[in-house]
């Protein structure tokens, strides 16, 4: 079966940390751009950050720019965002995602999306 599966997401406090995880499976990790958007209630969709072996990137979003750092183990084919210095703009549902490629993950052409992951960041 194809798909992606997050954990991680929690309730933490601003200034806090989290590491969410997506574990992928059933397809080929590494040549997909993988990575993560949100939504916030009442918000528009969000993109977070991705990673793409293929094309050799990695993408922040302005808002979360050295705060954030993604990553793959592709032994594990599991993709992690370290999320540093949360603040309350941060919280919302984190879905992970994997476009064909980087272009198609900007656009938010998924291919593959998961069910999500709450974060929530009290002040």
């Known amino acids: 079966e194809v798909q992606v599966v997050e954990s991680g997401g929690g309730l933490v406090q601003a200034g806090g940390s989290l590491r969410l995880s997506c574990a992928a499976s059933?397809?080929?990790?590494?040549?997909?751009?993988i990575g993560w958007y949100r939504q916030a209630p009442g918000k528009e969709r969000e993109r977070v950050s991705f990673?793409?072996?293929?094309?050799?990137?990695?993408y922040y979003e302005d808002s979360v720019k050295g705060r954030f750092t993604i990553s793959s183990d592709t032994a594990k084919n599991t993709v992690y965002l370290q999320m540093n210095s949360l603040n309350v703009e941060d919280t919302g549902v984190y879905y992970c995602?994997?476009?064909?490629?980087?272009?198609?993950?900007?656009?938010?052409?998924?291919?593959?999306w998961g069910q999500g992951t709450l974060v929530t960041v009290s002040s």
């Open positions: 059933g397809f080929t990790f590494d040549e997909y751009a």
């Open positions: 995602a994997a476009a064909h490629d980087a272009i198609a993950w900007l656009g938010q052409y998924f291919d593959i």
């Open positions: 990673i793409s072996s293929s094309d050799d990137i990695t």
